[in-house]
């Protein structure tokens, strides 16, 4: 089936410092791409949604600045976590919608800890 | 806004348990309903659905029938096993929009 990849798996960075996470669909194309963040036994809550060759939408409450998104293929979309402090520790997710009504594919997630 | 509760875990079973996750909603028109499990390591993966009432999603065992009625949807299996051991979440489709419950964790011993 489709594959979803995120890179990388776990990071570890000092506060104040931009980290990049990596979401690509391996084996079909996507325009849109979600990302998830998951909080310790909390839903996924959605962030934004990723748009092949336009600007990202973004849920209300998530600051686009700090959150940047860019989705610069059919196939990869970077979230860039700017300035990251350790209330942005997480658990990010993305996925990308299958051809088919319902379908979605999901990431394994990028562990985020922010010292 | 629209919302799910999942039945809170971890849950703990022993092996050919009988397995019920608890799952209600709230929603604005007319979602579609879903189980996800990620298993260690990799992303979720869809386990069943079902779009409109009544309609009853099955796939690997598990079982859950979408209850307009109730607004709950949840998740059964007669007889676990130590592989069925993840996370399982319950989550709702409406207007485009994927809204999740907070996931409960499943450990089937043998």
């Known amino acids: 089936g489709a594959v979803v990849s995120q890179h990388p798996s776990r990071v570890i960075c000092k506060s104040g410092t931009s980290v990049k996470i990596e979401c690509r669909s391996l084996?079909?194309?996507?325009?849109?791409m979600f990302w998830y963040r998951q909080f310790p036994k909390q839903s996924l809550m959605l962030m934004a949604t990723?748009?092949?060759?336009?600007?990202?939408?973004?849920e209300q409450g998530v600051e686009k600045d700090k959150f940047l998104i860019n989705h610069a293929s059919l196939t990869l979309s970077t979230l860039t976590v700017t300035s990251a402090h350790p209330e942005d520790s997480s658990f990010y997710i993305c996925?990308?919608?299958?051809?088919?009504?319902?379908?979605?594919?999901f990431g394994p997630g990028t562990r985020l800890t922010v010292l | 806004g629209d919302s799910v509760t999942q039945m809170e875990g971890p849950v703990t079973l022993s092996e050919e348990a009988f397995l019920t996750i608890n799952c209600t909603y709230t929603a604005t028109g007319y979602p579609s309903l879903f189980w996800y499990v990620q298993y260690p390591g990799e992303g979720l993966q869809l386990l069943l659905k079902a779009t409109k009432a009544d309609d009853k999603g099955s796939n690997k065992g598990f079982e859950a029938t979408y209850r307009k009625e109730t607004t709950s949807f949840h998740l059964e299996k007669g007889s676990v096993q130590v592989s069925d051991s993840a996370v399982y979440f319950c989550a709702l489709r409406s207007y485009g929009k994927l809204t999740f419950g907070q996931g409960t964790i499943l450990t089937v011993h043998p």
């Open positions: 084996d079909f194309q996507a325009t849109t």
């Open positions: 996925s990308a919608p299958g051809r088919f009504t319902d379908t979605q594919y």
């Open positions: 990723s748009n092949e060759g336009s600007k990202a939408t973004y």
